[in-house]
T-cell receptor, first 112, second 115 residues
Framework: GENVEQHPSTLSVQEGDSAVIKCTYS??????FPWYKQELGKRPQLIID?????GEKKDQRIAVTLNKTAKHFSLHITETQPEDSAVYFC???????????FGDGTTLTVKP | EAGVVQSPRYKIIEKKQPVAFWCNPI?????LYWYRQNLGQGPELLIR????????DSQLPKDRFSAERLKGVDSTLKIQPAELGDSAVYLC?????????????FGPGTRLLVL
């Protein structure tokens, strides 16, 4: 089955700096890669996703890049703010299977 | 539009007791997922339903866990008997369909503590 590894497990940045979280996946048939943000005690919420037919997607301060050859994808947050502090999860899923395999999460702390 | 609803939000039971969790997905969503999230880890799929049919239950510990989705809407996940290692957050999610690439919307979860 699919295996998703996420790094780093914790990340601390100063407000205004950029943050990068990386994930690798094992199943070359995976074609959908969402990123979720989970604040303490709350539900995971989708913040951005990318499909295998594109290499990059951007939404304001958040961007995701995908390298299908290397089987890795990354989340980039620019101009970080304290409210960006949360646990971020990447996931990989394969078309018709509809099943998402999640990474173990990255705890991002943005210091004011 | 209401999101995914789960109840109860918290549950404390003693080991060997039964427990049940309920989920009401977003209206019109055919696919329903049950995940278990252990502390410090990502959600792990237990079972996925397409309407009433369980299409992926390979990760469900069938000796003690059971699930149902009667009428293809609400779903119930049951553990009997519960073990200490079952303490976790149980998340329900739904999506329009399960063809892949569909956004999953999560409920608030049920935090289970087994003593």
């Amino acid at each position: 089955g699919e295996n998703v590894e996420q790094h780093p497990s914790t990340l601390s940045v100063q407000e205004g700096d950029s943050a990068v979280i990386k994930c690798t996946y094992s199943d070359s048939a995976s074609n959908y890669f969402p990123w979720y943000k989970q604040e303490l005690g709350k539900r995971p919420q989708l913040i951005i996703d990318i499909r295998s037919n594109v290499g990059e997607k951007k939404d304001q301060r958040i961007a995701v890049t995908l390298n299908k050859t290397a089987k890795h994808f990354s989340l980039h947050i620019t101009e970080t703010q304290p409210e960006d502090s949360a646990v971020y999860f990447c996931a990989a899923s394969r078309g018709n299977a509809g099943k998402s395999t999640f990474g173990d999460g990255t705890t991002l702390t943005v210091k004011p | 539009e209401a999101g995914v609803v789960q109840s109860p939000r918290y549950k404390i039971i003693e080991k060997k007791q039964p427990v049940a969790f309920w989920c009401n997905p977003i209206s019109g969503h055919n696919t329903l997922y049950w995940y278990r999230q252990n502390l410090g880890q990502g959600p792990e799929l237990l079972i996925r339903y397409e309407n009433e049919e369980a299409v992926d239950d390979s990760q469900l510990p069938k000796d003690r866990f059971s699930a149902e989705r009667l009428k293809g809407v609400d779903s119930t996940l049951k553990i009997q008997p519960a073990e200490l290692g079952d303490s976790a957050v149980y998340l329900c999610a739904s999506s329009l369909d399960g063809t892949g690439g569909e956004t999953q919307y999560f409920g608030p979860g049920t935090r289970l503590l087994v003593l």
